[in-house]
């Protein structure tokens, strides 16, 4: 079971945008739009922020945003804050009946 | 208050097993699938097992297939993880976290345990 390809780090200056690419195949990322982001701060859990792709729950913010475009999905946050530094995770269903997480990337906000 | 609690974790020889718990409330646990997720340390999220609402259906990642069983208790409001015949390579904390029928996303995560594996 492969992991899905994400950037190892990205940063940003606050206020600015940017954007995680979470790469992976038509057996997973490309084939269902069951791809999800979560956000981990150090030491403690995810926290789920998008889900089928393109998603919010309830209670986070309308500055993240995501979307997929063929075997890429990618997750944009907007109007970048100190509170948005964090490790991202994108995941997958894959058609093997299993889920796959990306390798992870750390956002640095400037 | 939706909450998730893991316990059970620890300090097992490579070769023995432990039984991880996680305690569900403030949900109807027997609508969710549940699973368990890892990360070593320092390291990424890894997918170890999901496990449908009525049991039905059970997933294992391919590293933890025939040494790992997720098994639930609708009637407890718990989630369980066997762990057999433990490798170094196992250790993580591990957390439970509630998902819909389909093996899609995961909300929300317990606080984690942690397993280590060492002689």
């Known amino acids: 079971q492969s992991a899905l390809t994400q950037p190892a780090s990205v940063s940003g200056s606050p206020g600015q945008s940017i954007t995680i690419s979470c790469t992976g195949t038509?057996?997973?990322?490309?084939?269902?739009?069951?791809v999800s982001w979560y956000q981990q701060h150090p030491g403690k859990a995810p926290k789920l922020m998008i889900y089928?792709?393109?998603n919010r729950p309830s209670g986070v913010s309308n500055r993240f945003s995501g979307s997929k475009s063929g075997n890429t999905a990618s997750l944009t946050i907007s109007g970048l804050q100190a509170e948005d530094e964090a490790d991202y995770y994108c995941s997958s269903y894959t058609s093997s009946s299993t889920l796959a997480f990306g390798g992870g990337t750390k956002l640095t906000v400037l | 208050e939706v909450q998730l609690v893991e316990s059970g974790g620890g300090l097992v020889k490579p070769g023995g097993s432990l039984r991880l718990s996680c305690a569900a409330s403030g949900f109807t646990f027997s609508s969710y699938s549940m699973n368990w997720v890892r990360q070593a340390p320092g390291k990424g999220l890894e997918w170890v097992s999901s496990i449908s609402s009525s049991s039905s259906y059970i997933y294992y990642a391919d590293s933890v297939k025939g040494r790992f069983t997720i098994s639930r208790d609708n009637a407890k409001n718990s989630l369980y993880l066997q762990m057999n015949s433990l490798r170094a390579e196992d250790t993580a904390v591990y957390y439970c976290?509630?998902?819909?029928?389909?093996?899609?996303?995961?909300?929300?995560w317990g606080q984690g345990t942690l397993v280590t594996v060492s002689s």
């Open positions: 089928e792709v393109s």
């Open positions: 038509s057996s997973d990322v490309g084939g269902y739009n069951y």
């Open positions: 976290a509630r998902g819909p029928t389909k093996l899609n996303w995961f909300d929300p």
